[in-house]
């Protein structure tokens, strides 16, 4: 009877065991799923500003030849008057330094887009979802000098968040040191 007892109480035992685990292991398996849709979302976004560099980047090319074509166009109209005050008057000059600079400002606009997008790319490459920063300092030694030389006091790090859909936060160093602890 007593042995009986004692194995019915390892059995109960066993199975909250049994039921606490089939509990950690539904949990896993939602966390998972979540880390799995987070994963998905944002390799479909690193695809989709793939797509939009490589466009950006075909329009710069192209705004560049365009650019170098038309400034050749211009030497060769340069080259062949033999009136400089007749090639400036003429309405085909205007027409091309216009056109000259409608690309040069659509070169530059597009210049500082694919820098945004490139840093964009960037902070949500390095972006982590568990709470953890693993953060390289890049050109340690400069930084470090610019900290003693007071050009640049403290940096700030690559936002990482908490979990998921956790806070989003970022660290801050002063690598010479802040008030008491300076230097």
Known sequence: SSKIQKMEQELSSQNQSVIRNDVDISSLQKTLATHTELLHRVETEKLERHKLEDIFKRDIMWIKYKT?????????????????????SS????????????HDEMLSVHEVRLADMDLRFQVLETASYNGRLIWKIQQYDRQKR???????????????????????MCAR?????DGMGKG
């Open 68 to 88: 170098e074509s038309l400034t050749s166009r211009v030497s060769n109209i340069q080259c062949n008057q033999s009136d400089p005050c007749l090639y400036k």
């Open 91 to 102: 309405s085909l000059s205007a027409s091309v330094e216009h056109q000259v600079s409608q």
């Open 146 to 168: 610019d900290a003693i030389s007071g050009k640049t006091l403290s940096l700030y790090s690559q936002p990482f968040y908490t979990s998921s859909f956790g806070y989003k």
């Open 173 to 177: 160093v002063y690598l010479n040191g």
